[in-house]
């Protein structure tokens, strides 16, 4: 653990926050009253008569059980595994309860973002770490702050959701033991029920009123895993059913009474002004009612969306030009010139002397890229909202409640308390439902059409052209080799400061380093004697944001394809070196499990190739290799193996699909997309210009799930990170060539 406490130590003495830096969180309201708050049931309030809710997760009354989802659904199964979690508990059968989204409140805080704000990589489980999580933990609840994000759906709700629905059914139970005269001891719940002795089943609906009558048992206990009925072994989602039948109702297909639809023309120079509009030709074409002047563009109010759409288009716009380079040429120039001591952002990790170290050998070095890259789900940004006096209801998917209350209370001058939201299903996500480019704009649309429901859609064009991009980045890195060994490594990056970015437009800005630019920069859990990890925050570049796996998209890809570049130099294999070289027990077990699962025997050859990363991220550490054929008409990927230590596994199946999705995500990004600009505006704006992977190209995975890590991790966006740098080496072992740069196709071919 020598390399552990070197890491530990370092951001232990500058105080480094591995993911927020100084986050403001004062901007949802006063952190005293947060505080209360989140010790408060934001249900009570609106219970029926004789009806109970025993803490902001059940509610129950004569009609119905409701158990509440606490996240955003983005497609990643919050609607089915939260409910699921506390069902568990309450003995409920799918079936037998209702969903229902959190409203925003502070009582739904994220537990789980604090491994990530603690200064600490997430290997160290050290006393010194679990005392800056505790501290980190105890700032969040103070705060309030309710987010969907950094794979923190199951690690947040975990613990909480399970004591929710124990507590649930213990107060049930003594409910029933009040009302028979039975010992509580002597009861038992089955399927909605308490069980008596002889037999009797009482509803749980039945028990409502009496359960309002009696004190929640807030000492109840969850039950060990040992016991589950439904967690932990294979099950269809509940959601599932309904979204292949097309039942399921998404934000986009919110109707009512009256309702009116909107779309929008906004600078696509992103951030800048209109500057004059003609609407003469949209105001004579069929469907139209208003056309209303918005911040950065113009709106078109119609009968229909589609009427709404190619009105909008219709109108021709002058705008302010972009204050970052119109072409992408000027983006890269920028990069190249932010490996300066005025852009540094922090140096995470210097251990050794990595001067010497570099002199001391074969000098390695490259040049890696990693371009803007858009989110891009298949449901356009959308939403509903309807202003009267003193009041605005909205309905949109977010993963942001409060901030979307803040958002559109100052697009037209209310209090966020002022602000009803309804969060909705969502069709994806990727991290564009953490930005706001359709909360402002509705707001201001319904504020000027007051008492009229309005439905805000985007056009995909806009979609694509509004969308705030993954960042963009460059890597210098050097290494030195002695002796067939790894002597040091000297990794510096330079990129668009994503969180920070987001952190300014809810409202909360940053001044402190952007943690996720040392994503896969600091936490390397290779024992190299001396490294050094620097990240650079490029400034006058387009606006970016949080994208899946965020920071790790990008770093994971240039530092695993570096150690393999290494590896290669001292003359070791790629997958033993790793394993050798790992530093912590349980994620070497991880590289190992992989190289058993996919039966490694060296990078192939004969037209075959496999590559190996591995990459620790939202600390859920992943091994990847993929396996590479060159045709007469490309690359082909065969297959691809994948290990993953969640520490726990909930819900199998939605586990190996969240895995799978994620290989998809970065091997077809890693191949296909690009955003690029020219005249200030993106070139792409639709999905044939910015490609994911197509069906064909799809290879078989694998996957295997690891239960060692200590604590219950997420698996939505780690996956993500080594994909590309996998797919990279084993194109690198199938044909020689080295592939520095995303996307892949412009180097080489694919089928």
């Not at 939201?421 to 990727?430: A, D, E, I």
């Not at 994503?498 to 952190?503: A, N, Q, S």
């Not at 955003?675 to 704006?685: A, D, E, H």
């Amino acid at each position: 653990m020598g390399v552990m406490h070197s890491i530990s130590r370092r951001a232990f003495i500058v105080g480094a926050t591995a993911f927020a830096g100084g986050v403001a969180f004062g901007t949802f309201g006063d952190a005293a009253q947060a505080s209360a708050a989140a010790d408060a049931n934001p249900l009570q309030a609106g219970l029926g008569p004789n009806s109970v809710s025993f803490n902001p997760w059940v509610e129950i009354s004569p009609e119905k059980i409701t158990l509440i989802a606490q996240h955003a659904d983005i497609g990643q199964g919050v609607g089915s595994v939260q409910p699921i979690m506390i069902a568990e508990e309450m003995d409920l059968d799918p079936g037998q309860f209702e969903i229902r989204f959190a409203g925003p409140s502070p009582a739904y805080f994220n537990h789980g973002f604090a491994d990530e704000l603690a200064p600490f990589v997430a290997a160290d489980q050290s006393p010194a770490a679990e005392q800056a999580r505790a501290a980190a933990l105890e700032s969040l609840r103070k705060s309030g702050l309710q987010m969907t994000g950094g794979s923190s759906t199951i690690p947040d709700t975990y613990e909480k959701l399970r004591v929710a629905g124990a507590v649930a059914r213990e107060t049930l139970k003594a409910a029933a033991a009040r009302r028979s005269g039975v010992a509580v001891a002597d009861l038992r719940t089955q399927s909605g029920h308490v069980i008596l002795p002889d037999g009797t089943k009482i509803p749980y609906v039945e028990l409502s009123e009496d359960a309002a009558k009696i004190p929640p048992v807030l000492d109840a206990k969850p039950r060990d895993p040992s016991q589950w009925r439904i967690l932990g072994k294979p099950m269809m989602r509940l959601d599932v059913r309904s979204k292949v039948m097309g039942e399921l109702q998404f934000g986009i297909d919110l109707k009512m009474d009256g309702m009116l639809y909107a779309s929008v023309k906004l600078n696509p120079n992103k951030g800048q002004p209109l500057k004059s509009y003609d609407a003469r030709k949209a105001r004579l074409m069929p469907g139209v009612k208003k056309i209303l002047k918005v911040t950065n563009g113009v709106a078109v109010v119609a009968t229909n969306s589609w009427y709404a759409m190619q009105a909008v288009a219709a109108i021709d716009c002058k705008w302010a030009p972009s204050i970052y380079p119109a072409e992408q040429a000027g983006h890269w120039n920028i990069l190249e010139a932010s490996f300066k001591p005025q852009f540094l952002g922090k140096q995470w990790r210097n251990i050794g002397d990595v001067a010497a170290g570099l002199k001391s050998g074969t000098l390695v070095e490259a040049e890696y890229r990693a371009p803007y890259v858009g989110h891009q789900p298949l449901e356009p940004l959308n939403g509903v909202a309807i202003v009267t006096d003193g009041k605005m209801e909205i309905w949109v998917g977010h993963q942001s409640p409060q901030a979307v209350q803040s958002i559109a209370a100052a697009a037209i001058g209310f209090k966020p308390e002022q602000v009803t939201f309804h969060n909705q299903w969502t069709g994806g996500s990727f991290g564009h439902r953490l930005e706001f480019g359709n909360i402002g704009v509705l707001a201001e649309i319904a504020n000027q059409m007051r008492g009229t429901p309005i439905k805000l859609v985007f056009s995909r064009e806009e979609d694509f052209r509004q969308d705030i991009p993954r960042q963009i980045s460059l890597a210098r890195h050097r290494g030195s080799i002695t002796k067939g060994k790894i002597v040091a490594a000297d990794l510096q990056s330079a990129s668009t400061p994503p969180f920070k970015e987001l952190l300014g437009r809810m409202g909360a800005p940053s001044k402190d380093p952007d943690g996720q630019l040392a994503a896969c920069l600091w936490n390397v859990y290779y024992d190299i004697p001396n490294y050094r990890a620097t990240s650079y925050e490029a400034q006058g570049l387009s606006p970016c944001t949080t994208w899946r796996s965020v920071g790790a998209s990008t770093a994971g890809f240039f530092t695993e394809s570096f150690i393999d570049e290494m590896i290669h130099a001292a003359g070791l294999d790629p997958m033993q070196a790793r394993i050798e070289m790992c530093s912590v027990p349980t994620y070497r077990k991880v590289i190992e499990t992989v190289a058993e699962m996919s039966n490694w025997n060296g990078r192939i050859g004969n037209g075959r190739g496999r590559g190996v990363a591995f990459v620790e991220s939202f600390g859920t550490p992943v091994a990847e290799v993929v396996e590479v054929t060159v045709t007469d008409r490309g690359i082909r990927i065969d297959k691809v193996w994948v290990a993953v230590d969640v520490g726990k596994i909930i819900d199998p199946v939605n586990f190996e699909n969240q895995v799978q999705g994620g290989v998809v995500w970065g091997l077809g990004h890693a191949i296909n997309c690009e955003l690029t600009y020219s005249g200030g505006g993106v070139q792409q704006t639709n999905y044939n210009h910015h490609e994911a992977m197509r069906m064909y190209q799809c290879p078989v995975i694998e996957v295997r799930g690891l239960e060692n890590d200590p604590k219950v991790r997420g698996v939505g966006e780690p996956p993500v990170p080594p994909a590309a740098p996998a797919l990279a080496n084993a194109i690198f072992a199938a044909t020689g060539q080295r592939i520095r740069e995303m996307p892949f196709h412009k180097f080489i071919d694919f089928v």
